[in-house]
């Protein structure tokens, strides 16, 4: 079992920056890629960035790219998202993910944290 728990939502005005951390608890953590997602209002959970368990390995969406930077400090057990030239249509829940491989495919992580809230105005 892990456990995941998020930090770091909040409100930023458009061009801002964020950084999302997703601590973890449990099992090693170093066993497992890291996926974050998102849930805008009336829309189904999407794909935003992955690492792989190392860290060597990542990948983003493309709207996120070059914006969004996903890492991973493994003795620390926790893992970020920083966000950087956010866009109102950036608006969502974020969720992070625990899973066995780097997948886009939501139904690829076993364990979930609980979202946190990311408010960009225009």
């Known amino acids: 079992q892990v456990r995941l728990v998020q930090s770091g939502g909040g409100l930023v005005q458009a061009g801002g920056s964020l950084r999302l951390s997703c601590a973890a608890s449990g099992r090693t953590f170093s066993f497992y890629a890291l996926g974050w997602f998102r849930q805008a209002p009336g829309k189904e959970r999407e794909f935003v960035a992955a690492?792989?368990?190392?860290?060597?390995?990542?990948d983003y969406v493309d709207s996120v790219k070059g914006r969004f930077t996903v890492s991973r400090d493994n003795a620390q057990s926790t893992a970020y998202l920083q966000m950087s030239s956010l866009k109102p249509e950036d608006t969502a829940v974020y969720y992070c993910?625990?899973?066995?491989?780097?997948?886009?495919?939501?139904?690829?992580?076993?364990?979930w944290g609980r979202g946190t809230q990311v408010t960009v105005s225009s």
């Open positions: 690492i792989s368990w190392s860290g060597a390995d990542t």
């Open positions: 993910a625990a899973g066995k491989s780097l997948e886009r495919l939501r139904r690829s992580y076993d364990y």
